[in-house]
């Protein structure tokens, strides 16, 4: 009986988190009662844990780097006082403009490989979209009539060639 429960795949859909409430108040009841349900249950939650460390992928190197100076960044923000903080940096605007030096370009890195649309710009490529959809509907509709027109004509023709005999 007990082996059946074991085996009935409930400890494989609570330690998933498939398992309904019901399923779970149950076999926490089994596992409080019986022994083997609660090694059974240890065994699966340090198998899973295994396969999940064996089929890990790790990080980019120097994500650490990223994340730590971004939390660094803002915690010397939260140090500032935001009044001190009037409009732009004058010294770096002026250090970026130096007349007759010529065009100077900010340097931009890009660890993704996605581009962002702005949000005007999906409901534009969504109304191409349809627009398509919509004239390629009119073309083959009018491809169609055409044909019929002309099979409509072929016939008037024939039809005039035997009246003239």
């Known amino acids: 009986m007990i ?3 074991i085996n009935s795949g409930i400890l494989e859909a609570y330690v998933t988190g498939a398992a309904s409430d019901q399923e779970v ?3 926490l009841y089994m596992k409080a009662t019986y022994p083997e349900v609660n090694i ?3 065994e699966l939650e340090k198998d899973m844990e295994l396969i999940a460390q064996q089929m890990a992928v790790a990080p980019p190197e120097g994500t ?3 994340i730590s100076g971004s939390i660094n960044e803002l915690i010397i923000r939260e140090n500032n006082d935001p009044e001190q903080f009037t409009g732009r ?5 002026k250090n970026f403009t130096q007349p007759g030096t010529g065009p100077q370009y900010i340097e931009v890195e890009s660890e993704n490989n996605y581009m962002k649309v702005h949000k ?3 409901w534009v ?3 191409v979209f349809v627009l398509g959809k919509i004239f390629l509907g009119c073309a083959i509709y009018f491809y169609l009539e055409n044909r019929q027109a002309q099979l409509q004509l072929k016939e008037l023709k ?8």
């Open 25 to 27: 108040k149950e076999l």
């Open 40 to 42: 059974a249950l240890q």
């Open 89 to 93: 940096d004058e010294s770096n605007y």
């Open 125 to 127: 490529f969504a109304a």
């Open 158 to 165: 024939t039809e005039l060639r035997l009246l003239k005999k």
């Open 120 to 122: 005007a710009w999906k």
């Open 3 to 5: 082996q059946q429960y």
């Open 64 to 66: 650490w780097d990223k």
